[in-house]
């Protein structure tokens, strides 16, 4: 994947800048969340009732988002907001930084928001002077340590308590133990001052509910508040997939986000922002801004298979129970969201051009799709978009290398003829005999040299038609 435009760590640092510590980390961590998360639903009888009603409430917001949004935008204004609507990152980077400047802002707090990490508004901050200090415990440590998230709502859920000591120790230049009451404590006295110095604080939102222009934040830290309410200025930075009809339907994602996302029955903050402080004396900030973000969502959106992505209420359930997110950390997928979703997003919010390897980093074993609260068919999206990188469809063309295309037609016309694939079956083991050195074969001709660059291939038996007819003539015996 190409990450020209984003400070993550790419898929050729992974091996270089990853300690071996991260898979057994995130799979104590993810295997926490996953008996919580069955716990939490064993609870609730009617669980796949209200997945059913979550699913269909986010795919008529999705296939009605332009009323949605129109409703949403006049009722934010009502309440005395600002709306922006940010076709893409470099328009969304533009109004923030804007923003800024009319206010004079030399610091900002952020709260935990993947929209900003989407479009990489910490670098365009820096650049123009603006220090931005992420507040949430988990984004906090990350920034630290200069990396990406690794996890949608456990960011540095790759880092032992050891590893963030070290961390602290060496950027702040503290003695800092490897105990989490005391880290915790350490960050808290840090950004205490930042909250209060800040000139604008920066949040993302969980939710926006278009009936009143509600944005809805669900934390468990008490940062989220301290963001929105203490500086006289808030901007939240909003996908537009985020929109919601009314507070009906909330009460249904409220239920699924907290059992799904860490096992809990309902967050500890839920927060409720309708434009900015009414009244001298109120809490709230003085301005309230919020930046819609389209950013290649409504391209997304026409495309009737793809879309249903935008359901994802961003729990991170489908990462916990993925064998493959598990065994490789967050930092693989390459973007700023990893796991099954990042294997659907990425490829139609970059392109399949520059993610075509993530809908095939999958086992399709489905596990993602039994515990997604919004019932989104991730495995469906997998292959589709397989399909697209192979062959193209109206939405782009095929980005698999020419000679691996005709590869594949060729094995596929072949596998579907008998005799020739009978014939192959022989031949093919000639062939690679020339390539074989003792058991293995240590380098194969292109395109199967893609492979051996990593790891010996066995070599081709095709003994499979051979094996069933001997265990089949077995069995007739033995019946007999
Ligand atoms: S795809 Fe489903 S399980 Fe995964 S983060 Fe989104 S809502 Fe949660």
């Known amino acids: 994947m190409s990450h020209d435009a984003h400070p993550y760590i790419g898929f050729e640092e992974y091996s270089e800048r990853v300690p071996q510590s991260i898979p057994l980390a995130v799979q104590q961590a993810t295997d926490r969340f996953v008996g919580g998360r069955a716990a939490r639903v064993a609870e609730l009888p009617q669980w796949e009732e209200l997945r059913q009603i979550g699913s269909d409430i986010r795919l008529h917001t999705i296939e009605n988002m332009d009323v949605y949004l129109t409703r949403l935008e006049e009722k934010v204004k009502l309440a005395g907001g600002h709306v922006h609507w940010a076709e893409t990152a470099e ?17 900002a707090v952020k709260s935990k928001s993947m929209a900003t990490e989407e479009i990489g508004l910490n670098h365009a901050l820096g650049a123009a002077g603006i220090e931005a200090l992420e507040t949430d415990l988990g984004e906090y440590i990350i920034q630290l340590a ?23 120790s060496e950027k702040l230049d503290i003695h800092a133990p490897a105990d989490p009451i005391e880290l915790a404590r350490i960050a808290r006295e840090i950004l205490r001052e930042k909250f209060l110095d800040a000139g604008m604080g920066i949040s993302g939102g969980n939710f926006l509910v278009a009936e009143t222009g509600t ?41 699924l986000l907290a059992r799904s996302a860490t096992g809990q029955k309902l967050s500890t903050y839920t927060q409720f922002i309708t434009g900015p402080r009414r009244a001298e004396g109120e809490s709230g900030p003085k301005e309230f801004h919020l930046v819609l973000l389209d950013n290649g969502r409504s391209k997304v959106l026409k495309d009737p298979v793809g879309r249903e992505v935008f359901k994802c209420i961003r729990c991170g359930a489908c990462a916990n129970v993925c ?8 930092f693989a997928y390459g973007w700023f969201i990893s796991g099954p979703i990042g294997a659907i997003l ?3 919010m ?22 997604c609260p919004v019932k989104i068919p991730i495995p469906t999206i997998l292959r589709h978009l397989r399909r697209r990188v192979a062959q193209g469809d109206e939405f782009a063309g095929p980005t698999l290398p020419a000679p691996i295309r005709v590869t594949a037609s060729i094995a596929a016309f072949a596998l579907a003829q008998n005799r020739l694939y009978r014939f192959g079956t022989r031949l093919l083991p000639l062939l690679m005999s020339i390539f074989k050195r003792g058991d293995w074969i240590p380098n194969a001709p292109y395109p199967l040299n893609r492979w051996t660059k990593a790891r010996p291939l066995p070599p081709f038996t095709a ?8 265990r089949s003539s077995k069995r007739k015996d033995s019946a007999r």
């Open 146 to 168: 200069g990396t990406g998230p690794s996890h949608i709502i456990v960011p540095a859920v790759h880092l032992k308590k050891e590893e963030i000591a070290a961390l602290f």
């Open 215 to 255: 944005l809805v934040m669900v934390t468990n830290e008490g940062n989220g508040r301290m963001c929105t309410t203490l500086p006289d200025l808030h901007v939240a930075v909003v996908g537009i997939d985020k929109v919601i009809p009314d507070w009906e339907s909330l009460t249904v994602f409220l239920k």
């Open 346 to 348: 990425s490829p139609q």
């Open 91 to 107: 328009d969304a980077r533009r109004i923030v930084l804007q923003i800024a400047k009319a206010h004079n802002v030399k610091t």
């Open 350 to 371: 970059l392109g399949t051009q520059t993610a075509r390897e993530l809908p095939y980093a999958s086992t399709l074993c489905g596990a993602c799709a039994d515990v």
């Open 323 to 330: 064998p493959v997110y598990k065994n490789v950390g967050g």
């Open 463 to 470: 003994q499979f038609r051979g094996w069933w007819n001997v």
